[in-house]
T-cell receptor, first 113, second 111 residues
Framework: ETGVTQSPTHLIKTRGQQVTLRCSSQ?????VSWYQQALGQGPQFIFQ???????GRGNFPPRFSGLQFPNYSSELNVNALELDDSALYLC????????????FGPGTRLTVL | KQEVTQIPAALSVPEGENLVLNCSFT??????LQWFRQDPGKGLTSLLL?????REQTSGRLNASLDKSSGRSTLYIAASQPGDSATYLC??????????FGAGTRLTVKP
């Protein structure tokens, strides 16, 4: 059974640029959630995708957008990067909505200069 | 609005000690509560999940309790080891889809 993977591991961008982060969900999982974790804080929910449809969104502006593909992998896109977007971005997959356990990937560390 | 607070923010104990980490939340309308472990710069590993109808869960040296009415959960770690050093996060899942996390307790277990 393959776990949740994310790419890239690290990324450095400059303010105003756009970035795409990728997540491959665990085998058999159809739900992917994305979280932003700033240094020293807990993760904050960005949004969730269930069977290729957005299924809930946290308090993040529209420049944070996502996609889920037929194989249930997912992308997080962030436009017009700001310095405060520097964080660890985590994705988590699960086998359904409000299911028992979300399995987290190792994260992508984004630095915006 | 759901707020999750973890106390203490950091804890340092000698090896072998039993310890308790605390988590409180403001809205008792939760679906479940979960404790995670996070090593520096890494993702989260689920330790224990307690459904809203349950009072506690145990796994090895770990025991988590949930008192939904008072908005509190504790994570008890018995006979701590240096390998337990990490940040421990609690998260509550509401009756929608997002999980709300506390800021974590950074645990150091000294040999």
């Amino acid at each position: 059974e393959t776990g949740v993977t994310q790419s890239p591991t690290h990324l450095i961008k400059t303010r105003g640029q756009q970035v795409t982060l990728r997540c491959s969900s665990q085998s058999g999982h159809n739900t992917v959630s994305w979280y932003q974790q700033a240094l020293g804080q807990g993760p904050q929910f960005i949004f969730q995708y269930y069977r290729e449809e957005e299924n809930g969104r946290g308090n993040f502006p529209p420049r944070f957008s996502g996609l889920q593909f037929p194989n249930y992998s997912s992308e997080l896109n962030v436009n017009a990067l700001e310095l405060d977007d520097s964080a660890l971005y985590l994705c988590a997959s699960s086998s359904g909505l409000r299911t028992d356990t979300q399995y987290f990937g190792p994260g992508t560390r984004l630095t915006v200069l | 609005k759901q707020e999750v607070t973890q106390i203490p923010a950091a804890l340092s104990v000698p090896e072998g000690e039993n310890l308790v980490l605390n988590c409180s939340f403001t809205d008792s309308a939760i679906y479940n509560l979960q404790w995670f472990r996070q090593d520096p710069g890494k993702g989260l590993t689920s330790l224990l999940l307690i459904q809203s109808s349950q009072r506690e869960q145990t796994s090895g040296r770990l025991n988590a309790s949930l008192d939904k009415s008072s908005g509190r959960s504790t994570l008890y770690i018995a006979a701590s080891q240096p390998g337990d050093s990490a940040t421990y996060l609690c998260a509550v899942q509401r009756n929608n889809n997002d999980m709300r996390f506390g800021a974590g307790t950074r645990l150091t277990v000294k040999p």
